[in-house]
Structure formats: structure tokens, C-alpha cells
């Protein structure tokens, strides 16, 4: 009896250990698998995109520069959040030791607010470019974007710092048992976060994409009533505003995607806050939320051109080639 009680606990040489779930074996490797998958999956695939644009000098200008900064959110969430929000849930164990329990709350949500932010970003810089194409070259350049990008991962970091300060600065982590890590946030705050970290940031990029969309509209109606001559002679800012348009479909994808993997987590919190009951529906939630970021580059293949062309230079090692990173890889866009 005293052999199987500790066999059941997370620590079994500690009498102050947590109770550890038993699973069935076959149980425990399809969940090894299934969350393997994913987070290799968006390891993988966020890598490519990261490559894409550092590589190739063509790849290099403002709009990419904020599509890399989310791929970078994205990595960190596959690379580092899904593994370890993973390994808790099968061994419903916490075996990463007191210092990551108190710093990894805010990695993961710096990463998460990190990809909301560079969405914002996105959507700020097409509106920009549908808006006033004539002068995008003038407002939006690579600097300015990358001092940009830098403040807004900084704010993040300085944010979720404020948000979490309580648990970051505690003396002793706040567990019940040994094998528990337990994040203390009051519920007044969560709430405040909930409408700061999502719900204001999201009705920006609600509100300024469809501003884009009426944008992109309108110069539809607009390069629709030009002459066949003057479509000749403006033929160059007619692909423009043609490349505008799908940019901004594309970003309506990705902010469509967003909110359907985002909402329902942060609809719930008001819900489900220190409700054991439906624990496992808030696991469900949490994870629908980290598929976004395996999902983001499968739109960019599905969209760019250039993602696909890249993707093949890498797989084939053509980037090692000399003179690889001034392919033109946007051949295929016009």
C-alpha cells in the first residue's frame, strides 16, 4: 500500500509531494505525440519564415519586418510554451524547478502578447499602405518600423512584468504540495488584462481592417473605371494597388484566424476564473489559442508567393549557394 501510494506522487520521496494522475501508457504516448506534433510543427514552420525574410535581401522592408516579429512571438511559443504547458498536462506534474515556475508565466505571455502586437503593427502599416500608397514609402520605412518593433516588445515585457509582479517578487512559491506551480493573480487584474492586452488592441485591428477593406474596395471601383489606355500607362501603380489589395486580404485572414484561436480563452476568463469544474474546458481553450501560432505560417503559404518560393530555396539548401540571399524569390508575385 505504502509502495503505490508513492507511486502516485510527483516527488515519491517527499511526503509533501502532489498526487500524480496515472494514465494508461497508451494514453500517455498519444498525448506525447499529439503535442510533439504541434509544438515541432510550429517550431518548424515559424523557422522557415524567420529564414525567409533574414536571408533574402529582397524579403527585407517594413511590412516582412513586422510578419518576422510575429513569426519570432510564434517560435517562442513552440519552442519553449508548448512544451512545457504540454509535459504539466500529461504528467499533471510541475518537474522545471521553482525559478521557471516564477519567470515562465511572463514568457509565455510576453510571446502571446508579443504575436497580438505585431498584429496590431501589421494592420497599422497596410492600412498605411492602402490608405496613402503615394506616401507609404515616405511614412513607413525599415528604421522607423524596427524602433517600433523594439518599443512594442519592450512595453510588452514591462506590462506583463507589472501584471505579474506579485507572483515574480514572492519569496516562496505559492504551492499547496511539492510538484504544483500555481500563479496568483487577482481576479480585478485579470479582468484589466483581459480588456488592455485583447480587447482594445483587437478592436484596433477590427476597426483599421476594415477600414482597409473599404480602401481596398474603393480602388477596386476606381482602377475598374479606367480606360484600357490609361490601365497602360498607370500599369505600374495598377499592380500596386492590386498587390495592396491581397496584402490586405491577407491580413484580414490572419486577424480572422487570431481572434477565432483568441476569443474564446478570453471570453472564458470572466467564466471559468478558480472554477475547477471546467478546468478541462479552459485546457481546450488554452491550446485552440497556441494552435495560432502554427497556423500563421500555413496562411503565409497559402498567400505569398515568396513564402513558397523560400521555403523550397531552404529545404534544398539553395540558401547556402553563393549569392542565394539576392534571389529574387518575389518572382513569382507579379
Not at 11 to 37: V, W
Not at 208 to 234: D, G, P, W
Amino acid at each position: 500500500m505504502e509502495d503505490h501510494w508513492r507511486a502516485n506522487r510527483c516527488y515519491p520521496a517527499l511526503n509533501s509531494s502532489c498526487t500524480k494522475l496515472a494514465r494508461p501508457q497508451a494514453l500517455y504516448i498519444l498525448m506525447y505525440i499529439f503535442f510533439s506534433s504541434i509544438s515541432v510543427s510550429t517550431v518548424l514552420l515559424n523557422l522557415l519564415v524567420i529564414i525567409s525574410i533574414s536571408h533574402f535581401k529582397q524579403l527585407h522592408t517594413p511590412t516582412n519586418l513586422l510578419i518576422l516579429s510575429l513569426a519570432v512571438a510564434d517560435l517562442f511559443i513552440g519552442l519553449i510554451v508548448m512544451p512545457v504547458e504540454g509535459s504539466q498536462l500529461i504528467e499533471t506534474c510541475w518537474y522545471f524547478g521553482d525559478t521557471l515556475c516564477n519567470i515562465f508565466p511572463i514568457i509565455s505571455s510576453v510571446a502571446l502578447s508579443g504575436s497580438l502586437g505585431s498584429l496590431v503593427l501589421i494592420s497599422i502599416d497596410r492600412f498605411i499602405a492602402v490608405s496613402d500608397p503615394l506616401r507609404y514609402s515616405l511614412k513607413v520605412t525599415h528604421n522607423k518600423v524596427t524602433i517600433i518593433v523594439i518599443l512594442s516588445w519592450c512595453f510588452c515585457l514591462l506590462y506583463m512584468f507589472f501584471l505579474l509582479y506579485d507572483h515574480l517578487t514572492a519569496m516562496e512559491p505559492q504551492r499547496t504540495c511539492h510538484g504544483e506551480c500555481r500563479i496568483t493573480v487577482s481576479f480585478s487584474r485579470i479582468v484589466g488584462d483581459v480588456f488592455v492586452s485583447f480587447i482594445m488592441p483587437c478592436s484596433t485591428v477590427i476597426i483599421l481592417n476594415l477600414k482597409i477593406f473599404c480602401a481596398a474596395k474603393y480602388h477596386t471601383k476606381m482602377i475598374n473605371s479606367v480606360t484600357e489606355r490609361q490601365r497602360a500607362s498607370n500599369k505600374g501603380i495598377i499592380r500596386s494597388k492590386k498587390s495592396s489589395r491581397k496584402a490586405a486580404k491577407t491580413i484580414g485572414v490572419l486577424v480572422t484566424v487570431y481572434l477565432l484561436c483568441y476569443m474564446p480563452y478570453n471570453l472564458s476568463t470572466f467564466f471559468v476564473y478558480n472554477n475547477q469544474s471546467l478546468y478541462f474546458l479552459l485546457i481546450c481553450l488554452i491550446w485552440i489559442m497556441f494552435l495560432n501560432s502554427c497556423i500563421n505560417p500555413i496562411i503565409y503559404a497559402l498567400f505569398y508567393p515568396w513564402f513558397k518560393v523560400s521555403t523550397k530555396h531552404i529545404i534544398t539548401l539553395a540558401i547556402f549557394h553563393p549569392g542565394s540571399s539576392n534571389a529574387n524569390v518575389n518572382s513569382d508575385m507579379k
